[in-house]
Structures are given as structure tokens and as C-alpha cells.
């Protein structure tokens, strides 16, 4: 079943637009940066960016951290939204039961599936990223924010360590969408429910009166991968960012199992 | 193949399915009738473990509703879905993948199969989105059969089809249930029902009100319809046993046409047909069920 879902996603055209629009957005500020020259002042706007035009090679993290706000959550969140409802609003998902797809199989491959989208999504925009930063900044020895210089082999793992902590991110706001999706039979109520939780998330973390609930706030450490970038690297946030996912991924997904398997499927 | 006892469901107050006890045997082909919103949809749902009973239980090819029983099971259910951007090979390729059974390597085979069967052994490669309706009411029916399976269980499958692409299903199912395949239809079609079924079960209001042979609630009526010129003649030879006076002809109470027949000939009489009159199914039906439940009347 797992094998299913992939093919369906593979080849279904809204995955591949969606990612490369994904991949756009760093491209064309990229290229912005590269004909103006004039990169944000340190300290503001997305991580990363005042720093890559003496390197490129610190492209795919500026690119990840640029994407990661809102794009990148808003594609995960109408893709999972879109598992079960979007079956159910088709009517396959009578048909995919009664083959006999055991309900508990199904959720499972489209979880797998899900996490297949927000991967492949995440690594086309370090790849790309990597591909323009170089082209048009040239590369060098990666800097660390801390202004050390990181070794090829450490800078490689430290990229791949944010893309695993970015796609773990994006599991906890795919199991607030697949829940969501065992409830409703609209897929864009789904996605649109899991995106207004973002949101509303975005803004109290931003909001100096909510101090008191935010780090348990879904979004409060998803832009904590930059402290991979540091040296040494500041783990606090990272911890903590992976353990409060952890308890989200686990809450959502055990709801959307529990409702998913005792619901009528009236679709 | 099919045993239900005190299948219950409620939605909230709304009793949709109410005590409902069917049998359905290996070998039939059981036609399941029942005006708009009697329950028939929410029936079929919770014989294939769609909707969970709020009580009573279902019995499905002599085990639980589950993996294993509903493998063998082929079904239709209110009008086939696909993922419309692929093609209808695709489409059952990816159906066949998603369940247990069969091997990978036997898979063409299966899907070239079911799609002769309904005769869309030639389709292209469009996307079903551009398909007719009477292609994806095709298509479905090909899903369904795509396993083999010893029960099929169809809801309104000729709809959207035309009168050849009916009489093509129809004697599909014929043949599927001669090779064994035990087929139950839901339908609001009374002539559907009547052209294929061997035992029916008709549905109002959640309840069963009639079921058994079919044949059984076309018995003869004991009335024989007499064509014939010389009306007069007729009525003045058979006296009170007449019932009705046309035209035409006369309706007659007899237990015997051949009888009659000759008496009539015999009395020089002449006869140009003599139809012994049968209840029909549509008047059993009418009979058990009240006014259609999506009738709104104040």
C-alpha cells in the first residue's frame, strides 16, 4: 500500500509544480541578491542571507530558512490535508477500503507519503539552493554564524542534520493536517484548519504578552536548525524544538488513528 | 454469503436502518429494492464494514467483515470514483496493487481481463476524467470484478448506461452467476430487479417488508384477459365469471385457460389471444411500501 500511495503522489502533477515553485522562491531572491548586491544588514530578514554573498555554499540553509515560514508549512499542510478527505471527497476511499485496504495500512502509507512530499520538497530546495548559491555567489570554506570556519565534511552534516530537523517540523504539521483530514470530507477545510493553527502559532510567538504559553507553540523553535550553524552548536533550542514536535506528531497522529478507524464512511 | 441479524443503525434520533434480517445464499442473484432513502445505501455500507452497525451483526461469506472476507468481494457502490487524472489501466493497476492477492507478475493479465469483460478492452490512454459516464460506470464494474470475486455486490450499476450497454451487463451478471458468482444488487429499478434477480428483499423505511422468490410474488392472479370480436357472444356463454367488459375483450375469472379456451372456441366464439393475468412485482412492491421517503408533503 505504501508502494501505491508513493506511485499516486509521483505522479500526480500538483507534486511536482508545487515543489517547483518551492524551489523558485530561493532562486529568484537569489537572484536579486546577486544583481543588486546588496545583501539585508546583519540580523535582519531571513537567516543566513546577509552572509551568502561571500558564499554560496551557505545557500541551501539561507534557501531552507527563507521557505520555512510559510511556504514550505502551507505545501505540507494542503498535501496531508488532502490524504483522507481528498479520497473521501473523490469517493475512492470507499473503494480503497471495501479492495480491502485495512484502515490503520492506509493511514499509515499515507503518513509515509506525506513525509515522502515534505522530504523530497525540503532536499530539492537545499539542492537547488546549493546549485544557485554557488553558481552565483561562488563557494568557499562554509563560515559558521559563529564566524569560525567549518570543515567540507562537518558543513555537509550540518546540512543534513537541518534538513532531518526541518522534515521532523514538518511531520508535526502533517499530523495536525491528517488529523484534520479523518474529520472533515473537504480537504481545503483540512489544510485550511492545520494552516490557521500555523498562523495563529506564528503570531503569539511573535507577541511579547504570550511569553507564558510559547514554547509550547508548534512553530516557536522550528527556525532553531540556524543553531546547527553555529560552533559550537547550541543545542537548547534544538532539543526542545525535537521533543515539543515529538509530543505534537504523537498526539495528532494517535487522534487521527483513533478517528479514522471507528468513523462511518459515508463519503 | 450474506447474513444479517438485527442490522441496526442509527445517525442521532434517525433510525436509517431499523432490525434488518436478509439472507442472501450462494448461487443467488438477490435483487435488494426500496424507494429513495429506505436504508439500502446504508446497508450495502455496513455489509461491506464502510458504516459500523450501532447493533446487530453482520455475517459475510460465513466469517466476519474484514481483510479476508472482503477480499472474495467485488463491489459497486453509489457510482464508481476514480483518481481521474490517470487512465482506467492505471487506475485498476494501482487497485489491484493497493490489496492482498495475487501475484505482481500476473497483474497485466488481470487487468486486461476484467477489461474485456466489460468490453473496455480497447480503451486508450486518456485520463478517466474524459471518460463517459457509461465508460467509468464501465470501468467500475471492471474494478469490481478485477479479483474474481465469489460475491459481488452492486449498487445501481446501469446507471448511466444505455439500453445495449444494460443488456450487456445484464448478461455479464448472467454469466458471472452461472460460472458461481453469487450477485446482489441494490436497485430502485423494479424492471432491473425483475430481469435478473432470483430472490428479492425490498426495503421501506429502514425496514424489510417483503422477502423471498421472486417468483412468489408473481403467482397467478386467477384472472384470464380474453381478446376477442364477439364480446357479446363471450359474455352471454361465461355469464357471471366475467369480470370486466371491453371493447375488445373481456377479463375473466378462471383457474383453467385451456379450458376456457376451448369452451369459447367450441361456442364458435373466436379468440385472437387469451393472456392469463400475473401479479406483477411493481404491485407486490407497492403493496409494502408507503409513499417514497424523499417525498416532502406538508
Known amino acids: 500500500m505504501i508502494a501505491v500511495e508513493l506511485r499516486k503522489l509521483l505522479r500526480r502533477p500538483r507534486t511536482w509544480v508545487s515543489i517547483a515553485l518551492l524551489a523558485l522562491l530561493p532562486t529568484i531572491v537569489a537572484v536579486f541578491l546577486a544583481v543588486s548586491d546588496v545583501a539585508p544588514r546583519p540580523g535582519t530578514g531571513p537567516a543566513f542571507l546577509s552572509a551568502v554573498l561571500d558564499n554560496g555554499a551557505l545557500y541551501p540553509a539561507a534557501a531552507l530558512a527563507i521557505v520555512l515560514p510559510l511556504f514550505l508549512p502551507v505545501a505540507v499542510a494542503v498535501v496531508a490535508g488532502d490524504a483522507i478527505a481528498g479520497e473521501a471527497q473523490a469517493g475512492t476511499l470507499r473503494y480503497l477500503l ?15 507519503s506525506v513525509m515522502a512530499y515534505a522530504l523530497l520538497a525540503v532536499v530539492v530546495v537545499a539542492v537547488t539552493g546549493y ?16 564566524g569560525t570556519e567549518l570543515s567540507t565534511g562537518a558543513a555537509t552534516l550540518r546540512t543534513v542534520l537541518a534538513v532531518l530537523y526541518v522534515g521532523w517540523s514538518m511531520l508535526g504539521v502533517a499530523a495536525v493536517a491528517l488529523f484534520l483530514s479523518t474529520v472533515t470530507d ?20 511573535g507577541l511579547e504578552a504570550s511569553a507564558s504559553v510559547q514554547p509550547y507553540l508548534p512553530t ?48 | ?122 480503451v486508450d490512454r486518456r485520463p478517466v476524467r474524459a471518460y463517459s459516464l457509461g465508460m467509468r460506470q464501465r470501468l467500475g464494474l471492471a474494478a469490481a470484478l478485477l479479483r474474481r470475486p465469489r460475491l459481488l455486490v452492486l449498487d445501481e450499476p446501469t446507471n448511466g448506461l444505455d439500453p445495449q450497454g444494460i443488456r450487456e451487463v445484464r448478461d455479464l451478471l448472467l454469466e458471472l452467476n452461472r460460472q458461481g458468482t453469487t450477485v446482489f444488487l441494490s436497485s430502485h429499478l423494479l424492471s432491473e430487479v425483475e430481469a435478473l434477480c432470483t430472490r428479492i428483499g425490498v426495503l421501506d423505511r429502514g425496514r424489510m417488508v417483503l422477502q423471498g422468490e421472486l417468483g412468489q410474488f408473481q403467482q397467478p392472479t386467477g384472472l384470464v384477459q380474453v381478446l376477442t370480436d364477439d364480446v357479446a357472444q363471450a359474455v352471454a356463454l361465461l355469464g357471471p365469471v366475467v369480470q370486466e367488459r371491453y371493447p375488445d375483450g373481456v377479463l375473466v375469472r378462471s383457474d383453467d385457460p385451456v379450458r376456457l379456451n376451448a369452451a369459447l372456441v367450441g361456442a364458435g366464439v373466436r379468440v385472437r389471444a387469451l393472456n392469463p393475468q400475473r401479479r406483477t412485482l411493481e404491485a407486490a412492491v407497492l403493496e409494502a411500501t408507503g409513499d417514497g421517503t424523499d417525498r416532502v408533503s406538508a
Open chain 1, 186 to 205: 473537504s480537504p481545503l477545510a483540512a489544510a485550511l484548519g492545520a494552516i490557521a493553527l500555523l498562523v495563529t502559532s506564528g503570531v503569539l510567538v
Open chain 1, 98 to 112: 471495501v479492495r480491502p485496504v485495512g484502515r490503520t495500512r492506509l493511514l499509515v502509507a499515507k503518513l509515509v
Open chain 2, 1 to 122: 454469503m450474506i447474513r444479517t441479524d438485527g442490522l441496526t443503525k442509527r445517525y442521532g434520533r434517525v433510525t436509517a436502518v431499523d432490525d434488518l434480517t436478509l439472507e442472501v445464499r450462494e448461487g443467488d442473484r438477490f435483487g435488494f429494492l426500496g424507494p429513495n432513502g429506505s436504508g439500502k445505501t446504508t446497508t450495502v455500507r455496513m455489509l461491506l464494514g464502510l458504516v459500523l452497525p450501532t447493533s446487530g451483526a453482520v455475517e459475510l461469506l460465513g466469517g466476519r467483515v474484514g481483510r479476508a472476507t472482503l477480499a472474495e468481494v467485488g463491489a459497486l457502490v453509489e457510482g464508481p470514483a476514480f483518481v481521474s487524472h490517470l487512465s482506467g489501466r492505471a487506475n485498476l493497476r494501482l487497485s489491484d496493487a493497493a490489496g492482498p492477492g495475487g501475484t505482481r507478475s500476473s497483474r497485466r493479465r488481470r487487468v486486461e481481463e476484467a477489461l474485456e469483460q466489460v468490453g473496455l478492452d480497447g
Open chain 1, 131 to 146: 546549485a544557485v548559491g554557488t553558481q552565483l555567489f561562488g563557494s568557499g570554506p562554509l563560515p559558521s554564524v559563529s
Open chain 1, 220 to 267: 516557536r523553535y522550528w527556525l532553531a536548525f540556524v543553531d546547527l550553524f553555529r560552533d559550537p552548536v547550541l543545542t537548547r533550542d534544538l532539543v526542545r524544538g525535537t521533543a515539543l514536535q515529538g509530543v505534537y506528531i504523537a498526539v495528532f497522529l494517535a487522534a487521527a488513528w483513533a478517528n479514522f478507524t471507528t468513523k462511518d464512511v459515508t463519503s
